[in-house]
């Protein structure tokens, strides 16, 4: 069975993660996956494409030194941050209202209703994605899109979520990827991406939300019936914890990251035996201790403002008394000790941890199957419905240096031409030439060819050798003739 691959790349706001996996029928395995800390990008947004081009650069050279491939196609997702949602409608009469209506119709009524919607500022906005509502047929009964196809009406009307982002985001894509001569095959709307990942179909049907805890985005997707029907970003996450203790503690930003992902926890009360532990800072002297309780209650201090928030998007959207598979929490900020429990205490709902689920193989060990990772995961498993997608290819052989062989070289120095060394007006007496001096040297020459080759090249060799001794002593014959008469 044939093999491709699908590569991803999640562009975080505080980590970059390529993930590559192989795909033979209907098995998908992670063969590769990589992370680098961000550079260029802040709150999802891409605000240096040539920092983060870099970034992405290392990762993939990484992966096609590691699978010995050349990646020439990725797929990758959107900003999370600043996208807003309208609503699109279109009605059309069918031409044949006794013919099934099929998926081809509804892909057409969504063209002219995406054909015929007015973006408020086209030169800064592009859509992100479409996502189909309802579907509503004659005499008023009103469908979901799985209901509709093989129904019977003269009449078609549809009803559309529109996400629309900054043409900012999309244009830094482009630029990245050309730079490095790389294609962009497929740019998903991420919250349909990482739902892919850790939402099962009870989820989905039954009323959840989504939440992604990012870097410097914190995402709220509504699903009910299975069809996204609300979201909203929140333009903070993980990324302000860390720099609460930082401005707290009065550390630099990577030792905060370090402290936050070791020890960050929120409900300082539920610590146990941890709130007795002291850190000790040794950058200054006398070096500075920060207990791991403070550093509880400044996370916990933030990670209530984040939850506070996502409640009251949740509110807004309607949904609120809809959701009865609660909320899952994805992403790094998942990974903070005691952050479902905060959660759950706060907010009311069942809530769980959204880890991508087990619908992929890993030769990468577990990492691929971390909160982190959802989005990456999540964009993989897309891909995957593309049987004709294919991101990498065979890499070149190298070429090989030439085998090489020591062989000795003999070399015959002659004398002059009139047989003298130096000329007898100016030293007197003549001198007689010296006889030929032979020199040996050792050289290296490269193996071509055959094993067979080789041993006539040798040959031939032997008897250039012997031909060229014997013409030298024909030569000094003749000049010891002359020099006799």
């Not at 799985?146 to 900054?166: A, P």
């Not at 990577?254 to 409900?267: M, N, P």
């Amino acid at each position: 069975m044939d093999e491709r691959y699908v590569a991803a790349v999640d562009l975080g706001s505080s980590t970059v993660r390529l993930c590559v996996a192989s795909i033979r029928g209907d098995e998908v395995e992670v063969v590769h996956y990589g992370e680098r800390k961000s550079a260029g990008i802040r709150a999802s947004l891409v605000f240096n494409p040539k920092l983060t081009s870099s970034v992405v650069g290392d990762l993939v050279r990484e992966a096609e030194v590691a699978l010995m491939v050349r990646i020439s196609q990725v797929v990758v997702g959107l900003p999370r941050k600043d996208v807003v949602q309208l609503t699109a409608s279109m009605k059309m009469s069918r031409s044949e209202p006794n013919e099934y209506i099929s998926r081809e119709e509804l892909r057409d009524l969504r063209a002219l209703a995406l054909d015929t919607y007015p973006l408020p500022d086209p030169q800064k906005q592009g859509i992100y994605s479409v996502v189909a509502q309802s579907f509503e047929i004659e005499e008023g009964m009103t469908l979901r899109e799985r209901e509709v196809v093989g129904t019977l009406s003269s009449t078609l009307e549809g009803r559309f979520k529109v996400f629309v982002g900054r043409r900012q985001g999309i244009t830094a894509l482009d630029k990245i990827f050309n730079g490095l001569e790389i294609a962009v095959s497929k740019q998903y709307f991420l919250p349909e991406a990482v739902s892919r990942a850790v939402l099962n179909d009870v989820e989905r049907n039954g009323g959840v939300a989504l939440v992604d805890v990012g870097g410097g985005v914190t995402s709220v997707s509504i699903y009910q019936g299975g069809i996204l029907r609300h979201y909203a970003s929140i333009p903070f996450g993980g990324e302000a914890v860390t720099g609460d203790i930082e401005t707290e503690c009065a550390i630099p930003a990577d030792l905060a990251e370090k402290i936050k992902v070791r020890f960050g926890a929120c409900q300082p009360d539920k610590l146990g035996g941890l709130s007795e532990k002291v850190l000790q800072i040794r950058l200054t002297d006398p070096y500075m201790e920060i207990p791991v309780k403070y550093i509880s209650e400044i996370v916990d201090c933030r990670c209530r403002e984040i939850v506070e928030a996502v409640l009251y998007y949740i509110e807004e959207s309607g949904f609120a008394n809809s959701l009865r598979s609660g909320i899952v929490v994805t992403g790094g900020g998942a990974e903070l000790m005691n952050f479902v429990s905060l959660f759950k205490d706060m907010s009311g709902y069942k809530v769980r941890t959204g880890c991508p689920r087990r619908l992929f193989s890993s030769a990468v060990g577990k990492d691929v199957f971390s909160p982190s990772a959802a989005t990456v995961a999540g964009m993989i498993l897309c891909a995957n419905d593309d049987a004709l997608l294919d991101c990498a290819t065979e890499a070149p052989s190298p070429e090989k240096e030439p085998e090489m062989v020591e062989v000795e070289v003999t070399e015959k120095v002659q004398p002059r031409d009139d047989g003298l060394l130096f000329s007898p007006d100016e030293f007197g007496e003549k001198t007689e030439k010296p006889k030929t001096k032979e020199t040996t040297r050792t050289v290296k020459v490269p193996v071509t060819g055959t094993t067979e080759q080789t041993e006539r090249t040798g040959l031939l060799k032997l008897v250039w050798s012997t031909l060229g001794e014997a013409a030298l002593k024909v030569y000094d014959f003749i000049n010891e003739g002359e020099d006799r008469r």
